[in-house]
């Protein structure tokens, strides 16, 4: 079965600081990779996912992740971040064959202070 | 909004009753998928229906049970429910169960175990 690790379970940044949020899966066959962002408040909404092709997927609202498949990774960039990016952030995986069912790291809250 | 709705937003239950859920999938899809989200954790997969069936199972008891119906909407039941059933139940719409598919989620129940 495959895992999920989110490194950094709570994040402080002042506005136009740069942020990674660190991702790291377990699974030993292909998969795919997402970036979920819950608002507060609001319901869970993709940022970005990667299938296939370019390792380095651009998202909405300025976000990139790059996946590194030696090193089971996909982390999450972006060079400025602004205080309505304060959010919890998801990355999830699920393998390219069988059941799909997402299978979600524990979170990274994000605060970004003005 | 992603087009995913469910009911009731908010439940509150006691210890041993049965409680059903809603969801409504965005137009177009005919995979929906469970998730149960306890507080400070990443979601969790419950099951998945692809055209009325179940498709998949995550490490959840037969007490979780589930239905989906001819226009894809879906309901989750849980039986004799349990302190530790408290938890915010996303549902999640799909236009197929096809690697690389995005997941859309809906708003969430809150579910309080009393």
């Known amino acids: 079965a495959q895992s999920v690790s989110q490194h950094n379970h709570h994040v402080i940044l002042s506005e136009a600081a740069s942020l990674e949020l660190g991702c790291n899966y377990s699974y030993g066959g292909t998969v795919n990779l997402f970036w979920y962002v819950q608002y507060p408040g609001q319901h869970l909404q993709l940022l970005l996912k990667?299938?296939?092709?370019?390792?380095l997927v651009k998202g909405i609202k300025g976000f990139e992740a790059e996946f590194i498949k030696s090193k089971f990774s996909f982390n999450l960039r972006k060079p400025s971040v602004q205080w309505s990016d304060t959010a919890e952030y998801f990355c999830?995986?699920?393998?390219?064959?069988?059941?799909?069912?997402?299978?979600f790291g524990s979170g990274t809250r994000l605060q970004v202070q003005p | 909004e992603t087009g995913v709705t469910q009911s009731p937003t908010h439940l509150i239950k006691t210890r041993g009753q049965q409680v059903t859920l809603r969801c409504s999938s965005q137009?177009?899809?005919?995979?929906v998928s469970w998730y149960q989200q306890a507080l400070g954790q990443g979601p969790q997969f419950i099951f998945q229906y692809y055209r009325e069936e179940e498709n998949g199972r995550g490490n959840f008891p037969p007490r979780f049970s589930g239905l989906q119906f001819p226009n894809y909407s879906s309901e989750l039941n849980v039986n004799a429910l349990e302190l530790d059933d408290s938890a915010l139940y996303l549902c999640?719409?799909?236009?197929?169960?096809?690697?690389?598919?995005?997941?859309?989620f809906g708003p969430g129940t809150r579910l309080t175990v009393l």
């Open positions: 990667y299938f296939s092709g370019d390792p």
């Open positions: 137009s177009g899809h005919n995979t």
């Open positions: 999640a719409s799909s236009r197929s169960g096809r690697a690389g598919d995005t997941q859309y």
């Open positions: 999830a995986v699920t393998p390219d064959t069988g059941r799909r069912a997402l299978t």
